[in-house]
């Protein structure tokens, strides 16, 4: 069965706002609900154990701290959530905001893959169905469901019911098809393996087994620790706490201090009114540093075709707060 992402860039763009169905109702095309997702008892061992090693390392911070390691820290953040995350697996690959090389697209997968968060293609599929099914039954992270579950418990359970082939295929088939995107999704734990080995080395020859220590405890374990509570935010503050320039179908928020540790994510109810498009701060005061980074690197020809606020608004049935 084709999906409605099987063209994401349309579908943004022409997707018209409906009514939210009540919090009880039987979602359309059996998507599983959060309680059924718990019913079907199955768990993803492979989060709730990744989660688990790095909060337990997250316990050596204190012992291990130098202020090399700190600055290390901020900047991986910077690199693997802002660029990674926000810039590769969100605005790129997710809503396709931009055009750029392929080779392009495969440095931010990859600089995605080291935030910790997932492979692209789990990342992507389950963005996409959020946005089909955003605070409505089905969706994978509603605060409708429960702050707690929207921040962290949804990814205790599987999403893609037990068949990710077919998941993957229907809300991001363009990514399931891609080679060198099924090579990156292989390479997550790898990738991990070699960056604290890398840092290990780094620490030792600096510093000596103190310095690595140090290096390896904050860049890995305190980064991504850190890494994904930024993100997990957007998914529960900014559909709760926050103000809306637009009015849409699910709660999204705008919501500064979200928008701080997430380089401009934070502005969600600017994004979900307009998905495609890769500027997420609407007002002048909604400080956006994901889309100055996207600037830079049209401003060199890495990218071209973005999706700017008059470009995205075009054809938009999202309506204004304040426009009538």
């Given at each position: 069965m084709a999906s409605v992402l099987d063209t994401p860039r349309k579908a943004d763009l022409d997707r018209k706002?409906?009514?939210?169905?009540?919090?009880?109702?039987?979602?359309?095309?059996?998507?599983?609900t959060k309680e059924?997702?718990?019913e079907s008892g199955r768990m993803n061992w492979a989060s709730i154990g990744w989660?688990?090693?790095?909060?337990?390392?997250?316990?050596?911070?204190?012992f291990t701290f130098t202020w090399q390691a700190l600055a290390l820290t901020v900047f991986l953040h910077w690199v693997t959530g802002g660029l990674g995350i926000c810039l590769g697996y969100h605005r790129l690959l997710t809503h396709t905001g931009m055009?750029?090389?392929?080779?392009?697209?495969?440095?931010?997968?990859?600089?995605?893959?080291?935030?910790?968060?997932?492979?692209?293609?789990?990342?992507?599929?389950?963005?996409?169905?959020?946005?089909q099914l955003s605070d409505q039954p089905g969706d994978p992270h509603s605060p409708h469901d429960g702050s707690f579950w929207s921040h962290v418990r949804w990814v205790f359970y599987s999403t893609h019911e037990g068949d990710r082939e077919g998941y993957l295929k229907r809300y991001a088939p363009d990514l399931a098809r891609d080679p060198g995107m099924r090579f990156i999704d292989k390479?997550?734990?790898?990738?991990?393996?070699?960056?604290?080995?890398?840092?290990?080395?780094?620490?030792?020859?600096?510093?000596?087994?103190?310095?690595?220590?140090?290096?390896?405890v904050w860049g890995m374990f305190v980064r991504l620790t850190f890494v994904?509570?930024?993100?997990?935010?957007?998914?529960?503050?900014?559909?709760?706490?926050?103000?809306?320039?637009?009015?849409?179908?699910?709660?999204?928020?705008?919501?500064w201090w979200v928008a701080l540790v997430t380089?401009?994510?934070g502005w969600h109810n600017n994004h979900h009114a307009f998905p495609r498009m890769a500027r997420h701060g609407h007002k002048w005061w909604e400080i956006d540093l994901t889309f100055m980074m996207i600037r830079a690197l049209k401003?060199?020809?890495?990218?071209?075709?973005?999706?700017?606020?008059?470009k995205g608004k075009k054809g938009s049935k999202t309506r204004e707060l304040g426009a009538e």
């Open positions: 706002p409906s009514p939210r169905p009540s919090k009880r109702s039987k979602p359309a095309g059996g998507h599983p059924e997702r718990i989660l688990i090693v790095l909060h337990v390392g997250l316990l050596a911070a204190p055009q750029t090389y392929r080779w392009v697209r495969y440095l931010f997968a990859t600089l995605g893959s080291l935030a910790g968060e997932g492979s692209p293609l789990d990342w992507v599929a389950d963005h996409r169905k959020h946005h390479m997550f734990l790898p990738l991990h393996i070699m960056t604290g080995v890398l840092l290990l080395g780094i620490g030792y020859w600096t510093g000596g087994w103190a310095m690595a220590a140090s290096l390896v994904l509570h930024s993100t997990w935010l957007v998914n529960s503050a900014s559909h709760m706490f926050g103000y809306r320039n637009y009015e849409t179908t699910d709660d999204s928020r705008n919501n380089y401009g994510e401003a060199v020809g890495l990218v071209w075709d973005v999706v700017d606020l008059e």
